[in-house]
């Protein structure tokens, strides 16, 4: 059982940005998408979403084409996580996290005790009960994208895909967010991340998809692939090795 990405091609309408790609994350796996700017890592999360249509190859799940289920099965088997925002409107924290459950609602449906139940069980999962009432608009940065977190797995979902989970947030949170990504897999959620810091890679996940200017150029396990020269090329940058206590830290030089 994978979510995968098979020869694929990706881009927007009159623009492929991206050829031949081939991954697939599996169930109790994190899966680290490492890359420049502008190499393309979004633009490939939204297509393993659905959210755009591939140019070339499929995205399938489980074997099966991704594109044959429908918006709301999609969202019943992927849990999406974007990148931190401020947010417009001030829904309560429990409304946020409630508006994952709309996969698992008929069309103009109320929440059904089930529903909040679920988000109740996330936002305790998560350790933001104590803002479920609270404008969403209102809290920090780090608890926006736990709760953000929570929204997605109220989705029950067997995959989690989260753009940048980190983006913007000091180092206090950055460490919470990412220990709750490696607690998904130890529940047996297969996650796919992306991320600028090759340190978040060597920590967190199983394995690192290294994409630069659509072109996917290697996959592995993060200590094997992962060294000074790789990321001198990856990112077109000098980088420096630290060992420190048979750790190893990346960084720019």
Known sequence: MTLAAETLAIGYPGRTIGRDVSLAVAPGEALALLGPNGGGKTTL????????PPHAGMVSLDGHPL???????RARQIGYVPQVHTGIFAF??????????TAHQGLF????????????????????????????TMISGGERQLVLIARALAQEPRYVVLDEPTANLDFGNQGKV??????LTAQGLGVLFTTHDPNQALRYADRVALLAEGQLKRTGRPSEILTS???????GAPVEHVAEAGKTVFLPA
């Not at 999360?45 to 755009?52: A, N």
Request: glycine share 6%.
């Open 229 to 235: 020269s790789v990321l001198e090329d990856l990112y």
């Open 67 to 73: 594109s044959a289920l429908g918006v709301a099965e």
């Open 109 to 136: 449906a109320s929440p059904s005790a089930k529903d909040r139940a679920v988000v109740d069980a996330k936002l305790a999962e998560l350790g933001v009960t104590h803002l479920a009432d609270k404008p969403y």
């Open 92 to 101: 309560a924290v429990r409304e946020m996290v409630l508006m994952g459950r």
């Open 45 to 52: 999360l939204k297509t393993m979403l659905g959210l755009l």
């Open 178 to 183: 990412m220990r709750q990504i490696r607690a």
